[in-house]
C-alpha cells in the first residue's frame, strides 16, 4: 500500500482541534500561543529576502525586501489569525515567499488584537503611511489570509470612503469575510475540515465583532458594495467551510464591475499556503499570486 504524502497543513490544524478537544476551557491566550508556537515551522525561509525591522504608527511591521526588487512597488500583507492569533512574526516566511515569487518587496504589518473596528483602521493607518512616504497607490497591492484578507478588503473599502486613492490590486487567501457565518459550506465542508468548525468560526465572530452589527460592511465585506475596487484574486481551498463566502465574494465583485477571479484548490484547507517550502500545492499557488500581481503592480 502505497504511504499517505504527509499533509502538514491538514496535520496542523487536526492538532489545534485535539488540543481543543483535550482542553475545552483554553483561553485566547491559550490558543494565541499554540499557533504562535507552531505555525511558524510549517513555512521554509524562501533565501534571498531581508527582513527589516520598522513600525507604522507605533505598530510593530516588517519588511520582506527580495534581492534586486524595485523601491517603489510594496505588498502591503496583513496577517490573519481570527483575531486571536497570528502576527508579523508567524506570517514573515509566508508572505516573503510571496515577496520573493512576485520580485515585490512585502511590508508585513500588524495591529492591535482587539475587536473591530481597531484592526481596519490600524491597516488603513498603515496604507496612508505607504501613501505618504510617496508611494503611487498604482504601484501598492494587498495581500491577506483569513480575517487579514477581509480586514485589507475592509481597509480598501474605508479607504474609497475616505477619498484616498485606491490600491492597484488585491490578493486574499482563504478569506473570512463574513461574520454572521451563515454559509451552506459550513455544513456540507464540515467532513473535510479540520478546525474552522462553524461553531469555532462563530465564537471567534462574537470575539472580533465586539458590539458590531454583523452585516456592517467593514466587518463583513461579503455585505459590502464593493464598486469601484481594484481587481482581486481570491484563494480558497476546496476542503475548506470557508469556501462559500470566498466564492460568494467573488460573484459579489463581479456583479459589481469589479475584476474579480477565485481559483480553488481541490484538496486544500484554510491558508494552506502557510506550507510554502513544504508543499508543491503552496508553492504553485504563491507562484500564481506572483504571476498575477506583477502586471497590476505595472512590472513584466
Known sequence: MARRKPDIVRDHWRGMTRAAQDDPDQTPEEIRERVERYWPGLTTDPGGVDYLETEVAGLPALWAVPKHSPEDRVILSVHGGGGVSGSIYTHRKMFGHLAKASGVRALITGYHRTAYPVPVEDTVTAYRGLLDQGFDAGHIALAGDSLGAGVSLAATLRARELGL????????????????????????????????????????????????????????????????????????????????????????????????????????????????????????????????????????
Open 165 to 300: 486613492p485606491l490600491p492597484a490590486a488585491l490578493m486574499l487567501l482563504s478569506p473570512w469575510v463574513d461574520m454572521t457565518v451563515g454559509e451552506e459550506t459550513f455544513d456540507t465542508n464540515r467532513a473535510t475540515e479540520e478546525f474552522f468548525y462553524k461553531e469555532v468560526v462563530e465564537i471567534l465572530a462574537y470575539l472580533y465583532l465586539g458590539s458590531a452589527d454583523p452585516k456592517d460592511p467593514l466587518a463583513s465585506p461579503l455585505h459590502a458594495d464593493l464598486s469601484g475596487l481594484p481587481p482581486i484574486y481570491i484563494q480558497a481551498g476546496g476542503d475548506e467551510t470557508l469556501l462559500g463566502e470566498a466564492r460568494r465574494l467573488a460573484g459579489n465583485a463581479r456583479a459589481a464591475g469589479v475584476d474579480a477571479e477565485i481559483e480553488v484548490f481541490p484538496g486544500q484547507l484554510h491558508t494552506f499556503q502557510m506550507a510554502a517550502g513544504r508543499s508543491k500545492v503552496s508553492d504553485d499557488a504563491i507562484g500564481k499570486l506572483a504571476q498575477w500581481v506583477r502586471p497590476k503592480l505595472q512590472l513584466p
